[in-house]
């Protein structure tokens, strides 16, 4: 605005006071719309950020439950190696006792422990899908 004043007192522009003070609004408001056009760009940009975070976060939860869910198989798989190893021997031992190992039944209460474990795990899995749809 001074500068708009001073070339008019040297006679380089005739503008009226009024006709100054438009064209500083003008300037002012132009400026005023790019910043809020600034700001509402950094705040969708903060949005989408913060979404980008909150997927990041379920995502490490997820390979979190994963690595979990697979140290638990591995633990598994080493109990029913073990299982396996066990009972090669005790047929051994068995057999040079003179004994038979399917005499002892050891199938069919493994079968119906191994059932009555399945139905307590299906149980388990019904109850978290139940607390996950309530979570939901």
């Not at 006071?17 to 790019?34: F, H, P, Q």
């Not at 950094?42 to 975070?53: F, I, N, Q, T």
């Not at 068995?94 to 795990?121: A, H, I, P, Q, W």
Request: charged share 40%; proline share 0%.
């Amino acid at each position: 605005m001074k500068r708009l004043l001073k070339k008019r007192k040297a006679g380089e522009i005739s503008l009226m006071d009024e006709e100054i003070y438009a064209k500083i609004s003008l300037r002012v408001n132009a400026t005023v719309g790019i910043v809020v056009r600034e700001f509402s760009e950094c705040e969708k940009l903060r949005k989408e950020a913060d979404k980008a975070m909150n997927e990041a976060a379920e995502a490490k939860k997820e390979v979190i439950s994963a690595n979990e869910q697979n140290k638990i198989l591995t633990k598994l798989k080493d109990v029913e190696t073990e299982y396996k190893v066990t009972r090669h021997y005790l047929e051994k031992f068995l057999n040079t006792s003179g004994c038979n190992l399917s005499e002892f039944n050891m199938d069919k209460d493994f079968e119906e422990s191994n059932e009555e474990y399945n139905n307590e795990e299906d149980k388990d899995d019904e109850e978290i899908s139940g607390n996950d749809q309530r979570h939901k």
